[in-house]
């Protein structure tokens, strides 16, 4: 019975305010109001420079002044740009876009390859060395990365691989955080009794990790393949203290190369090239284009990945 | 018991114990032996070379090992510019970690305030500019400091005051302007991990807060953030190491029209300088070195103030 006459009057609550309840839940109305406009206000914050750079090579370098910033010119400005591009260099853009595709795909299949077997067995077995392994890896992993591009040039002098794709693959495919989060990855989420069993039926280690470790690590293989191949699209201060022939520039070095060389962002910069802010603009788009459309769909790996961390209650 | 029994009784343990201690073993080796050589070739080896190196010289195009002594970290840090580096290191340091962990938290925490459609579409405009970093990074910054392209506009020219991007873009203000760099293309990406990391936080633990007469703030202050608290260590670490080697942003801002910048405003700079320019690889490795023990010691003070590796070392 009294069931029944919660049930009416909630019935009598009118949609409106229904809809507010459901609004501003267990805030009030200022502190609403305040929440929306701090996440409206970072939102154009973040999201602005990437939508007027979408618009940017739409227009023509004048009308980046004239027109407002977030207006769209024509599509066919979007071509000649791209045609302008294309004049620099004998079409460098399209080779640096190549250069980036291969060193970047590279990279992280050999990144993936080591570390996902490296940190299956450090959170699986113990081995003589496992304590040293972890130790040397969570130190490689906080250490500043550039501190080491100087000795690791030396290292690839050493060796004669200098100004060949390999020095910047290699040291990119060393990927010491992508052992630590497949570690926590298996520590967490391979129960031991489920490797122990498939040793009882006669499992070798190799299959152990093939049939049970790898299908249950779908989710870290998406999360580090996502975070090398992100690391290395957008790789700088390697490439470029390892690599000297513009040929084989990746897409950040050629970015860098347009910007100096032409007068791409700074049109008293005086040259022949039509190498404007459109054409600089339409650089960096194709440049971030990629990474971007794999962020909008790898978000989840991130956040689910973010529980692999552990906060172990 | 019949011989067949037998036989099975006593061979299987046997058997067993022959495998778990033999083969896994050795199969975990061999699982960790292509790390193992990439560790040694990629990681160790160039810190230990960057180590012998700094306390070398060159006699005749030939290092000689220990040679040097401390003269190489001499030349380093008594060069005209290493203070200066230094000094714009750490002022920049001084603003984009505390923003960035300030602005992080702030969001995170508001976010997960509510899972709705809009807090979801938020959080995706916040995670995207992760896309972009180094040269490409900088070119949007030059356009969106540019009163004249930018379509932050409105707040440059009639809140700040500014016509002119060489009025922004200047030497003074390259702390606050890297800081700012730093947050809009990193900010994203930890926003995604803290709030991962929120959604890992119990039901129970929150309703109980609730029912104990925690309003908002307190929740997400007293209960929320000490629950994250190894997530944000985690990046006080990273963002510290990712800081300390600033190049592209100092070495390419100054294309923007009308500013000037000095080719030596990182240490990570004036390493290449002494490498490339200078041919000094002893004090490059110097300075390497330095940057370093930076890192090191900042990260270890992280972890030895926030017990950060507790439950790894526990579970070892």
């Given at each position: 019975m009294t069931i029944h006459v919660l049930d009416l009057t909630s019935k009598r609550q009118n949609p409106v305010e229904r809809l507010y309840q459901r609004l501003l839940g267990n805030m009030s109305l200022s502190e609403f109001v305040l929440w929306l406009l701090v996440l409206i206000a970072f939102g154009l914050f973040f999201g602005l420079p990437l939508i007027w750079l979408l618009l940017a090579p739409s227009k023509l370098d004048n009308e980046l002044l004239s027109l407002p910033p977030l207006s769209f010119g024509s599509f066919d400005n979007y071509i000649r740009a791209w045609n302008n591009l294309n004049v620099y260099d004998d079409g460098a853009l399209v080779r640096w876009g190549l250069n980036s595709l291969f060193y970047t795909l590279t990279s992280l299949i050999i990144s993936v390859a080591i570390s996902v077997p490296a940190g299956y067995a450090l959170a699986t077995a113990k081995f003589a060395g496992r304590r040293v392994i972890l130790w040397t890896t969570l130190i490689t992993m906080i250490l500043p990365g550039s501190a080491l591009v100087l000795p690791l040039f030396l290292e690839m002098n050493a060796v004669r691989l200098v100004n060949t794709p390999w020095s910047v693959i290699l040291p990119a495919a060393f990927f010491p955080f992508g052992v630590y989060l497949a570690f926590i990855y298996f520590a967490n989420f391979l129960p031991n009794d489920l490797l122990s069993a498939g040793r009882v039926d006669g499992c070798s280690e190799w299959q152990l990790f093939r049939y049970i470790g790898l299908p249950l690590a779908r989710t870290l293989l998406g999360l580090l393949a996502f975070l090398s191949f992100t690391a290395n699209w957008n790789s700088y201060f390697l490439p470029f203290v390892m690599l000297n022939n513009s040929e084989l520039f990746n897409l950040p070095l050629g970015l860098k190369a347009l910007m100096a060389g032409t007068s791409a962002i700074n049109p008293t910069f005086a040259t022949d090239l039509p190498i404007k802010r459109p054409e600089a603009a339409l650089t960096g788009l194709l440049m971030v284009l990629p990474v971007a459309i794999v962020f909008i769909f790898s978000q989840r790996y991130v956040i689910s990945g973010a529980l692999t961390g552990g906060i172990k209650e | 018991m019949t011989a067949s029994e037998t036989r099975y009784e006593t061979a299987a343990p046997m058997a067993r114990t022959a495998k778990s201690k033999r083969s896994p073993f050795q199969a975990a080796h061999l699982f960790v032996l292509p790390y193992v050589v990439f560790l040694l070739a990629?990681?160790?080896?160039?810190?230990?070379?960057?180590?012998?190196?700094?306390?070398?010289?060159?006699?005749?195009?030939?290092?000689?090992?220990?040679?040097?002594?401390?003269?190489?970290?001499?030349?380093?840090?008594?060069?005209?510019?290493?203070?200066?580096?230094?000094?714009?290191?750490?002022?920049?340091?001084?603003?984009?970690?505390?923003m960035g962990i300030i602005g992080v938290l702030l969001l995170s925490l508001l976010l997960h305030e509510r899972k709705n459609w809009f807090s979801t579409t938020m959080r995706t405009i916040y995670f995207v500019p992760g896309a972009v970093a180094g040269p490409a990074l900088v070119l949007i910054a030059i356009f969106m400091f540019d009163p004249n392209v930018s379509p932050f506009d409105g707040l440059l020219r009639d809140v700040l005051g500014y016509e002119q991007v060489r009025e922004i873009v200047r030497e003074r203000n390259f702390p606050l302007l890297f800081a700012i760099i730093a947050f809009f293309g990193g900010a994203g990406g930890w926003i995604a991990i803290f709030y991962g990391a929120l959604n890992g936080i119990s039901n129970e633990i929150v309703e109980a807060a609730i029912i104990d007469g925690c309003n908002n703030l307190q929740l997400a202050l007293r209960i929320k953030m000490p629950l994250i608290r190894p997530y944000i260590a985690y990046m006080l670490i990273l963002t510290?190491?990712?800081?300390?080697?600033?190049?592209?942003?100092?070495?390419?801002i100054g294309r923007a029209p009308g500013s000037?910048?000095?080719?030596?405003?990182?240490?990570?700079?004036?390493?290449?300088?002494?490498a490339f320019e200078l041919g000094n690889f002893g004090a490059a490795a110097a300075l390497s070195m330095l940057l370093l023990v930076i890192g090191i010691v900042g990260a270890f003070i992280i972890i030895r103030a926030t017990n950060l590796f507790r439950t790894e070392a526990g579970g070892d």
């Open positions: - | 990629f990681g160790v080896g160039p810190g230990i070379y960057a180590l012998l190196v700094s306390f070398s010289k060159t006699v005749g195009g030939r290092p000689q090992l220990f040679q040097a002594g401390l003269s190489n970290y001499v030349t380093a840090f008594t060069d005209f510019r290493f203070g200066s580096t230094i000094e714009n290191m750490l002022q920049f340091l001084l603003i984009a970690i505390p510290f190491a990712g800081n300390v080697q600033l190049f592209a942003e100092p070495q390419l000037t910048v000095s080719a030596y405003w990182s240490p990570n700079q004036l390493g290449y300088a002494f």
